[in-house]
């Protein structure tokens, strides 16, 4: 009996490997979906706790619950519910502030887990553990506020909740598949205009102004027991220039993004010119419910007879909304930023390569 060939059938088993050099190659996705889903989920979470947060500083009500970690000598999360449901309005939103930072503290600690696991960058895995540190530095600094009662520590509070909402969104972002995908694309690279350092200085001032905004605003919403009101004054002065100071550099951000050519640049710029504007007019909206028509609206019908009173729904929801619209710019302008970093380091890499 003749032996089998053992070299034809090695050469019938192999692969075909011009059917392989046919096909084009993919990238394999080291990004976790998961990982993405609780990003997004702790995004939808912080901003309604910072409007929760806000809430409880309109109404006063950051005292309503003395002690801290508990609740009136209860474990947080065993308050009798009907208490906490039946009773007054300041009771009502500063528990549930607390419980919200819990849930968020608990998806934290879940997406650092995941992390870990699933996520083969070690910078993303840097960031998980970043969030989780915000998350329980802004924690002890609300347990802090109450426990000295203090208006600084308040303050101080109320200025890092928007860097942890800012650290959420970007976590979004950079376990987005766009932000894969756009590296593989042709398109994404050597066809779109690269991005210089002057763009990448000049994305980087949005994020500083609109940060220095939220410490203005925080200043004239925990008014120090020494602030004298020409300082008052001053803040106020500097806190409108700013604002339509950042107001006039967006279009511009927006035209200087919209050349490279990439959505993922262009819509968060033109979005953040309509944030900024809206901020402007809800801004408008909280000095009138807090301290009447200003003299240069004296001449609108609207203002003549109007008094400053306690406030009511609306007029909280106004004041709210500024702050919580004044997180939205800090995190846009931030991913914008992130974006236009990575938008250069792809297109310099992409140089090496040709070179």
Known sequence: MAEPNLSEQQTSDAPDDSLHDSQPSVAVDPRSKLLHRLAVLSVCLVWPLIWVGGLVTTYDAGMAVPDWPGTYGYNLLLYPISTWL???????????????????????????????????????????????????????????????????????????????????????????????????????????KPIGMSLLAFATVPTLLSYTQLV???QLRHVQPLTTPGTFT???????????????????????????????L?????????????????????????????????????????????KGFIDSIIVTAHVAVGSLILATSVVIGVQVLRQRFLHQRSLAVLV
Do not use: K
């Not at 262009?266 to 944030?275: D, E, K, T, V």
């Not at 009138?288 to 008094?307: H, R």
């Open 216 to 218: 203005l605003g925080a």
């Open 86 to 192: 039946s009773g007054p309005f300041d009771l009502f939103i500063e528990h549930g502030h607390r419980l919200l930072g819990a849930v968020v503290g608990l998806l934290a600690i879940v997406m650092v887990i995941a992390a870990f696991r699933r996520e083969d960058r070690r910078w993303v895995i840097g960031l998980t553990v970043t969030i989780l540190l915000a998350v329980i530095s802004q924690g002890v600094l609300g347990g802090v506020r109450v426990l000295l009662g203090d208006r600084t520590f308040a303050m101080i509070h109320g200025c890092f909740g928007p860097v942890v909402f800012s650290l959420c969104c970007v976590a979004a972002v950079v376990t987005s598949r766009s932000w894969w995908d756009r590296r593989h694309l042709p398109s994404a690279v050597p066809s779109q």
């Open 266 to 310: 262009s819509r968060p710029a033109g979005w953040l010119i309509w944030f900024v504007g809206a901020q402007i007019l809800l801004g408008t909206g909280t000095w009138i419910v807090n301290y009447g028509w200003p003299g240069i609206l004296e001449f609108l019908p609207f203002g003549e007879g109007y008094l400053v009173r306690s």
């Open 234 to 264: 001053l803040i106020v002065a500097i806190h409108i220039v700013t604002a339509f100071g950042l107001w006039l550099l967006t279009p511009i951000l927006f035209l200087l993004v919209r050349r490279c050519g990439d959505l993922t």
